[in-house]
Every structure is written in C-alpha cells, then in structure tokens.
C-alpha cells in the first residue's frame, strides 16, 4: 500500500525461500568469551518463532547478528534472500526498511511525541503528503489501541504503552519481518496479555514474519509457532511449544519448567562456599 | 618498571585509537555535511538549542569580562597617562582573545555538555541504535545537524560576547571611571583593523566552533551507554574542549600574526 510513496530503492531482489531467516554455522564471540558455537537457526516465513534461554545467553545479541548491526566472526545470515554481513551500508538500510524492532524500552524518541514518533520513519524514508502521513499514522495507533494517545510524549507513557507506540512504529513502513526484543518483561498482567494478542494479531493480519526474543514461556507458548532454545552457546531444543514440552533434554526440561538448579546452575562459578568463608582474606 | 612500561604503552596505544577514530568521525561529518544544508530545518533547530540557549550566559559573561576589563584598562593605561586608549586596550582584547577564547569555554560548559549527554543518553536508551533500524542512520540525523548548528552559532555567540564586552568596558570606563567618551571610541576606530583583528578573530571562533561541537558530538556518540558512561563523556567534553581551544588559539595566534 505505502511502497508507491517509497523513495527509490536500490536494493537487487533474490528469489524468496521458505525461510525469511536462515543462520547457518554462526560463531560469535565477544573478547574471550564464547556467545555463539556453530548455531544454526530457521525463521519460516508467516510464522512467530520464539528464540528463548537464559538470561545472558545471547538471545539479545542474535538478534543484533540477524538485523546486522554486530557482524558474526564465522557462518552466515542470510536475510530475505541476502548474506547480510556482505551487504554495504547502503544494502543494509535498505533491507531494514523492510525490517520492525520493537526494543526491550521501546527505544522511543523522547523528544518527540506518540505521532511524530510513528511518523518518523514515514517522514525520513517516504516523500507521502503529510496528510496520509496523518491518516498511516492514526490507522497504526489505533491498531494498538492508542489513537487517543497521539499527543502524549513518551515519558507520559507507561511501560506497556510505550512498547504498544514502539510496535506502532515498527509496522509504520508495513515491513515484512517484525522482531521483538523482549516484549513482555516488566509488564503487568493486563499489558502482557495485550502485548501477546497484538504479536499474534500483527503476524496473522499483515501476513509478515516475527521473531521473538523472550525467556517468558507461558506468553511464548500461546503466541509462538515454533520455538529455538539456546544455551551456552548451543541451540538445545527445537520445535512446537507442546514439543518443546515434552522435550527431554535437561537444559530444555530445566527451562520450561523453571526449575533454579540443575544444568544450569543456580550459583555463579566460584570456589568453594566453606573455603571462602574460612579464608582470612577479605574477598 | 615493567608495569610502568606495559601501562604506558595501552596507554599510547588507547590514545592513538581515539584519536584515529575521531579524526574519522570528523571526517564523515565533513563529508556529510553538504547533503544535511539540504534540511535546513534540523538545523536551524540546533542553531536555538545550542546558540539561542546560550544568549543568556554568554551576554552575562561578556559584560563582566569587559566591566573588568575597563577597570583593569584604565587602572593600568593611568600609570603610563594614556587611560584614553582604554578603548583600544579592550576592543582589541575582546575582539582578537577574550570573545573568541571565552566564548568557547563558555559554549563547551553550556552548549557542549547538552550535546554530548544528550547525544549520549540516546545511545544509552537505545534511540540510536532504534533509528538504526529504522534505516536513518543516526550521524546524518542527530549528529551533523548538531555539528553545524554548533560551527554557526560559534562565531555568532562570540560576536555578540565582543558586542556586550565592550558595552561593559564603555561603561565602566566611561560612565563610572571618568573617560573621555570621544576619546574611547576614537582611539579604537584607527586602531581595531578589520583583516588582521576582526577576521583574525571570527577565524579563530569559526575554528573553534568546529573543534567544540566536534568533540562534543564525539563524545556522546561513543559514549559508554551508562549513567556513568555518559557522565564521563560529559566531563572529558568540557576538559578536552578547554585544552583544545586554548593550543588552537595559540596555534593561530603564532601562525596568524
């Protein structure tokens, strides 16, 4: 509908595949520390994929590797048909107008208000009249349920809203992937269940694709079609939510069971408790 | 002394990192910066923030320095009997140091510190990186257009620091100190040459405008996304600014005259 109003696009355009995301043999380390080993991932196209783990897993930083704003050290990633770690700067802009992250904060401007910041991708990347730019605007608020909203500014919102406005923006250029960092931690119980019906409802309703990062499994279990779990670097299970729960995996039976111990341990790596409490020194 | 060593050479290796890595970034800005005149507005809007904004310390500023200034002028021309060139003695230092120094310092404790904590919370509250997805990229939306909105209100602040200096410095040596009011701007109208002083002058604020609003955009760009991060880039934008002004301004004071 809004690609008319699109500015020109030099992006070359490949042959789609059944997966919008496919990772192949990605290694990623930050300094010393290992994040990624040879993980290989599929996004199919007009699904919800959960990528879920423990906190400090990466689950975050993968997501940075698909939209290319970290570069893998080895493997590919390719992304709607391009190797995004060959693209230009150019390449890479053009293949995130076609890209919606909603941040774990929302990532709102905050010197801008709930319009102006949906309107901002619209102003910056299409030469429509302010007019429909309105129009765009109003019909993206009012799908998640803030079109009275439009004056506030962002610190006028609360954590739910602010992320509701984010996903608002997100969709403002009709994009054909919609990631989510996060999007439902620290919210109440009202908010969340929002936030979970709107995921679903974007996905089926716009016919895009979705990636959710969460370490929620109860939300992603209602929302997602499929679900990754990574730990250590490693991804340890795969599947359905209902085959994820039947998984015998340890880590993956650990996780969906939200037990504190177990393959992932409850206490940090440290020396021994008695040793250390004996111990004249002072740490 | 072996600890010495090794800490002194990541010291002079950390150095030289950020010294490449700023001389790219002004690198890009340069080169950037024709395409974001095409958007006039950004800029205009940077000019109030970091220009307008500044009119009130900047004019409070000035007027004492040159209320000093006369004192000063007079109490020491008095003791060689030529009180009446007080009006050079404080145009030529206003015009040539006073304006164009103070005015930077001035600008990098006002101006620049919003720069770069404002620059530097949108890094830490992810408004950055959340452009980046957007495809905008963040140095041609927030940073260039700050960057020339510093270089232009510069020379502009440090016009009007001048204008009310010698404003202050009128009015202590004149009105309240007894000098001839004839005499106060006669003396300083042969006296103040356009080429070697007042140019002298806007190119020296023009320089440091530029390396000002550099440092700051600098800063805040790379800086760490914590409080404390872009605390720290705050205070290293006043410091740096300070001894960057004041080597430049040695620098083309030397190569200038």
Redesign the interface.
């Known amino acids: 509908m809004f690609g008319l109003g699109r500015k020109k696009s030099h992006a070359v355009e490949a042959p789609k595949s059944e997966n919008i995301v496919e990772i192949r043999g990605l290694c990623y380390s930050r300094g010393s520390k290992r994040i990624f080993e040879d993980v290989d991932i599929d996004i199919r196209r007009g699904e919800v994929t959960a990528i879920m783990g423990p906190s400090g897993t990466g689950k975050t930083t993968l997501l940075r590797l698909v939209?290319g704003?970290l570069v893998p050290d080895r493997g590919t990633i390719i992304v709607d048909g391009k190797d995004i770690s060959k693209l230009s700067?150019k390449q890479l802009?053009?293949l995130?107008?076609n890209?919606?992250?909603l941040?774990?904060?929302g990532?709102?401007?905050?010197d801008y208000n709930v319009f102006e910041n949906v309107a901002?991708?619209l102003r910056?990347?299409t030469d429509l009249p302010e007019r429909l730019i309105r129009h765009i605007v109003l019909i993206k608020l009012h799908a998640v349920g803030l079109r009275g909203a439009w004056a506030l500014m962002p610190g006028e919102l609360s954590g739910g809203m602010a992320r509701r406005v984010?996903l608002a923006?997100a969709m403002a250029?009709d994009p054909s992937i919609l990631i989510y960092d996060e999007p439902f931690g620290g919210l109440d119980p009202i908010s969340m269940g929002v936030i979970v019906r709107l995921v679903r409802r974007m996905n089926d309703a716009l016919g895009i694709s979705s990636i959710v990062v969460s370490h929620d499994v109860d939300e992603i279990s209602a929302v997602a079609d499929r679900s990754y779990l990574i730990s250590d670097g490693h991804v340890v299970g795969y599947g359905t939510p209902s085959e994820l729960e039947h998984n015998r995996n340890e880590v993956v039976r650990q996780f969906m069971t939200g037990m504190a111990d177990g393959p992932v341990p409850f206490h940090y790596p440290g020396p021994d408790y008695s040793e250390q409490l004996l111990t004249r020194e002072a740490r | 002394m072996r600890y010495w060593v090794r800490d002194s050479w990541f010291q002079a290796r950390e150095f030289l990192q950020t010294f490449g890595a700023s001389q790219l970034f002004m690198l890009r800005l340069i080169m950037l910066t024709p395409r974001a005149l095409l958007r006039p507005g950004l800029i205009v809007q940077q000019v109030y923030a970091t220009g307008a904004m500044s009119l009130v310390i900047i004019m409070v500023c000035g007027l004492f320095v040159g209320m000093v200034l006369g004192i000063q002028g007079v109490d020491t021309l008095s003791r060689f009997g030529s009180e009446e060139a007080v009006g050079t003695f404080a145009g030529l230092s206003l015009i040539k140091e006073l304006g164009p120094v103070v005015t930077a310092l001035l600008f990098a404790g006002r101006a620049g510190t919003a720069l770069a904590s404002e620059i530097g919370l949108m890094r830490a509250t992810d408004q950055l990186s959340g452009m980046e997805m957007m495809a905008v990229d963040p140095i041609k939306r927030i940073v260039v257009p700050r960057f020339i909105g510093g270089v232009i209100s510069m020379p502009l602040l440090a016009s009007i620091f001048t204008a009310v200096g010698l404003f202050g410095a009128y009015t202590i040596a004149v009105v309240v100190m007894g000098v001839d009011k004839g005499e106060f701007w006669s003396q300083m109208q042969p006296n103040v040459d356009l080429v070697r002083d007042v140019l002298n002058g806007t190119l020296k604020s023009f320089v440091f405008g530029v390396a000002a609003s550099m440092l700051a955009v600098f800063e805040g760009y790379n800086a760490i996304p914590t409080a404390e991060g872009v605390g720290r880039a705050t205070t290293r934008t006043v410091v740096i600014t300070a001894i960057v002004v004041l080597v430049l301004d040695f620098m083309i004071t030397a190569f200038t005259l």
């Open positions: 939209t704003q700067r802009y053009e995130r107008k890209m919606g992250m941040f774990q904060n990532a709102l401007l905050t901002f991708p910056e990347h984010a923006r250029m």
